[in-house]
């Protein structure tokens, strides 16, 4: 099974700023899919955004885009213009044959 | 649509109880899946069905857990007897059957045993 890495237990950002969370993943398959999932303190898992291995253009999803680095086995999340509301715990996920296995998180504090 | 329903959303149980958490995906979506979360393990899939046949369960912890989805529309994971150990949120997630498909998240379900 697939395995991934999120080194950056906390993160912290000052609202409006620029973050960049990181991850990277192992997996011997080629066809795969990556995202982001937040969860704020109600544990609620929200998806964020998402990203097709086999496409090399980057996804956007508003204040959120990615950066997919395949042949390092890379997908960070960057957000732009951080909002109080942004302040959660952040989950990449690696999906390949419907068995999705998530990183340890990322918890994201933003500073108003 | 409803989301994926989950219950109970939370449960004190003593150790040695049995306890069975609920789940009900999103209506035509043909894979269902159970997570746990720990602070020390993180999310962890315990199991998946496809079409209400279990997939892969090699992430259920031991005996003592079981799921069972005995049709679309409904699934069950059980822990008898349950440990002080067991204590989680177990989540339930359903997606559609391409592998592009997102998981969509229950509430979760918090479980305590004393």
């Known amino acids: 099974a697939q395995t991934v890495t999120q080194s950056q237990p906390e993160m912290s950002v000052q609202e409006a700023e620029t973050v960049t969370l990181s991850c990277t993943y192992d997996t011997s398959e080629s066809d795969y899919y990556l995202f982001w999932y937040k969860q704020p303190p109600s544990r609620q898992m929200i998806l964020v955004i998402r990203q097709e291995a086999y496409k090399q253009q980057n996804a956007t999803e508003n204040r959120f885009s990615v950066n997919f680095q395949k042949a390092a086995k890379s997908f960070s999340l960057k957000i732009s213009d951080s909002q109080l509301g942004d302040a959660a715990m952040y989950f990449c996920?690696?999906?390949?044959?419907?068995?999705?296995?998530f990183g340890a998180g990322t918890r994201l504090t933003v500073k108003p | 649509d409803a989301g994926v329903i989950q219950s109970p959303r939370h449960e004190v149980t003593e150790m040695g109880q049995e306890v069975t958490l609920r789940c009900k995906p999103i209506s035509g979506h043909d894979y269902l899946f159970w997570y746990r979360q720990t602070m020390m393990r993180g999310l962890e899939l315990l199991i998946y069905f496809n079409n209400n046949v279990p997939i892969d369960d090699s992430g259920m912890p031991e005996d003592r857990f079981s799921a069972k989805m005995p049709n679309a529309s409904f699934s069950t994971l059980k822990i008898q007897p349950s440990e002080p150990r067991d204590s989680a949120v177990y989540f339930c997630?359903?997606?559609?059957?391409?592998?592009?498909?997102?998981?969509?998240f229950g509430a979760g379900s918090r479980l305590t045993v004393l």
């Open positions: 997630a359903s997606s559609g059957s391409s592998g592009a498909n997102v998981l969509t």
């Open positions: 996920a690696v999906k390949n044959n419907n068995d999705m296995r």
